[in-house]
């Protein structure tokens, strides 16, 4: 007997627990007309992922129940389907008895879950309840949920389906208690964020789930983005020998229809791979997109210099929000080259956004005269180089304030990492598109986005932009590379620093001169207390400055290079 199975790939906002609802109705309406009988929503699709400390109060959890009791009514029309939902829980009967008693902080927790729920006819006829629970990289799941092994196995068309959770699939366990339970295949529902080669990892926990059950598995993962975290999407189906039957795009959202005959799965589309670059290119607009229009900023302001990084960021802003919601701010100095000023003009004028220039050349003379008596008989330095950045993030922020767009940062990973980067300067804004864009790495989306036919234009970045030696251009003849070592060596040293947890032996050993090293982790370990102070940006590797970094800014620790 054949069934229909569709996948919701969805994106969902946190808290918005009437519009989350509307979604999987959507979804679940347009399944049942193309014929479908059983409808996977991602993880936590009913309140978001991830609610953090909202789940730390009860409130939460009775709006999570107001709610799914609601989408069960709204479902009912839809005759036979199955739809499994994933939800927060809290179930009395497991804690005080009493769903409304506060939910005790810095204690295990013992009556609340991250769970899915069967709905069939208006009727929630089971919970399932998550039994492993991430607590590395972005994930804390242990401070909000309790475990519960039990296995949860329903049966449709005659076909037995068990349903497992995100991180149960990463372990053996789940699997195999729904297969003992008489699993004929497992539906997982996801909230999987992106980061680099992510996809590839995927295939390979849920091929090693398969060996071991010999069971088909239905992935189906939440698309969209929440804060710094992207949800990729990309759900698939495996077949019982582990081959791949039928892939959704990735940043995309869609429900797609999979075919099983008698419990296995029918080969049906595969939507094709993206390169890197395309990858990460996707992750950022969607990072900006969701950013902006979920918190209800009417638009977002650049400054824009001329240089790489912020050309990138302006790309990205125009193909996630469109010309119109974007304004590009050159502000220019004393020591702005005359090619920075064309260059930046000449893509705003591609990309089509308002363009303005405002000198702070006044400013910055009205703030060395008010200064020259404390200043008197020092030579300058950094300090009147953090000034003229300084005066920009002011004028910026002034005009985020007045017209309520916000402000896009554009420091890349590399400039995070060793400090390159001014406090209440060019660090003043409301989101960190780039920050974990390794600099190389901007050069490739830079060279992407000029080749890409997604996003209609082509050629948007000056090719001048993109050869030109960096430059922050804040004194004379200034170049990125007068104060850091060459951005090949600097991006290798913090990957396998930063990202990689080698030490600083092992960089050495891979070629890189003691000295390159010392300097670079140096650089690292001494600007926390910036990167603590900085907006919030998309992660898109496997380790970001903020969630997956939590270094001391107090320490008095150095590592030895042998």
């Keep these: 007997m054949k069934t229909r199975i569709a996948l919701a790939q969805i994106n969902v906002t946190v808290g918005d627990f009437a519009g989350n609802v509307a979604k999987i109705v959507a979804a679940a309406r347009a399944a049942h007309n193309d014929g479908a009988k059983l409808l996977i929503a991602p993880e936590l ?29 709204q479902l009912k029309p839809f005759a036979g389907l199955h739809v499994i939902v994933g939800h927060p829980f809290r179930d009395a009967a497991h804690g005080h008895g009493n769903a409304n008693a506060p939910i005790e902080r810095g204690v295990p927790p013992v009556d609340t879950f991250n769970a899915a729920s069967l709905i069939v006819d208006g009727e929630v006829r089971g919970t399932y309840r998550k039994q492993d629970l991430p607590n590395t990289e972005v994930f804390d799941e242990k401070r909000y949920f309790a475990a519960d092994p039990q296995p949860f196995v329903f049966e449709l068309d005659g076909v037995k389906y ?4 995100c991180e149960d699939a990463w372990h053996a366990s789940a699997a195999q208690m729904a297969k003992a339970a008489g699993a004929q295949v497992v539906l997982i529902p996801n909230g999987s964020p992106y980061h680099l080669n992510k996809e590839a990892v995927r295939f390979d926990i849920l091929r090693a789930r398969i ?20 949800f990729d999407g990309g759900s698939f189906v495996l077949d019982a020998e582990g081959e791949l039957v039928a892939k959704m795009a990735q940043f995309e959202e869609a429900t797609a229809i999979v075919e099983f005959e008698n419990g296995k799965p029918l080969h049906t589309a595969i939507a094709p791979d993206l390169s890197i ?14 950013y902006i229009n979920k918190n209800g900023f009417p638009g977002a302001l650049i400054g824009l210099s001329g240089g790489v990084d912020s050309a990138l960021v302006l790309a990205v802003a125009c193909d ?24 930046a003009a000449e893509m705003a004028r591609r990309v089509g956004v308002r363009y303005d220039e405002i000198a702070i050349a006044p400013m910055f003379d009205a703030f060395r005269s008010s200064l020259a008596q404390e200043f008197a008989g020092r030579a300058e330095d950094a300090t009147e180089e953090n000034i003229q950045a300084r005066i920009r993030g002011t004028l910026l922020m002034a005009l985020s304030n007045k017209f309520g767009s916000i402000v896009l940062t ?48 082509q050629d948007v970045i000056p090719e001048r932009i993109l050869t030109r030696a960096p430059s922050a251009e804040l004194r ?86 042998e």
């Design 211 to 230: 060996r071991e059950t010999g069971l088909p598995m239905v992935y189906v993962n939440m698309v969209g983005a929440q804060d710094e975290l992207v």
């Design 410 to 457: 554009t420091g890349n990973k590399s400039e995070m990492a060793v400090g390159y980067c001014t406090l209440y300067g060019d660090m003043a804004g409301g989101f960190a598109v780039i920050k974990d864009i390794a600099k190389t790495l901007v050069y490739r989306l830079c060279h992407y986005r000029n080749q890409a036919t997604t996003f209609g234009k």
């Design 277 to 290: 670059e395309a990858q990460v290119y996707a992750a950022l607009v969607m990072g900006v997109r969701d």
């Design 45 to 73: 699709a009913l309140s978001g992922y991830p609610p953090e400390d909202l789940l730390l109060r009860p409130a939460f959890y009775a709006a999570s129940a107001a709610a799914l009791a609601d989408l069960a009514l």
């Design 476 to 561: 004379e003849n200034q170049t990125d590379q007068d104060s850091l070592p060459p951005y090949e060596v600097l991006d290798a040293i913090m990957r396998m620093y930063m990202e990689e947890d080698r030490s600083l032996a092992e960089i050495i050993a891979a070629g890189y001169a003691v000295e390159d090293v010392k300097r670079v982790t140096r650089l690292i370990k001494i600007n926390e207390y910036k990167r603590r102070q900085a907006p919030i940006g998309i992660r898109v590797t496997h380790r970001a400055f903020g969630r997956d970094w939590r270094y001391p800014i107090t320490s008095r620790y150095t590592e030895p290079v």
């Design 162 to 165: 068990g349903v497992v959770i």
């Design 320 to 343: 996630a929000l469109g010309a119109d919601r974007v304004r590009a701010v050159m502000m220019p100095s004393r020591y702005t080259a005359d090619i920075s000023t064309t260059d």
